[in-house]
């Protein structure tokens, strides 16, 4: 019996939380792959239910899977 090699990838996520007390989670490194949920941990997990779809699919469809990209967070100040 073959055994199913699994393997372990690391994604960056950025999580906001709107005006309506929502949070809005997204994958930099995985173009399209976003969600989001009532709550921060609902969220979390959303996003790891849609990485492993959105990985899964490159893997199935023969393309890459994108290496995890560093990601800065800053405030800029501005006036206008």
Known sequence: MKR???KIYEFPVIVEKD???FYFGYVPSLQGCYTQGKTLSETLE???EAIVLHVEDRIATG???PKRKPVS???LEVAV
């Open 4 to 6: 199913k090699i699994v």
């Open 19 to 21: 005006d309506k007390s």
């Open 46 to 48: 959303n996003l790891r």
């Open 63 to 65: 393309e890459i899977v």
């Open 73 to 75: 967070l800053a405030s």
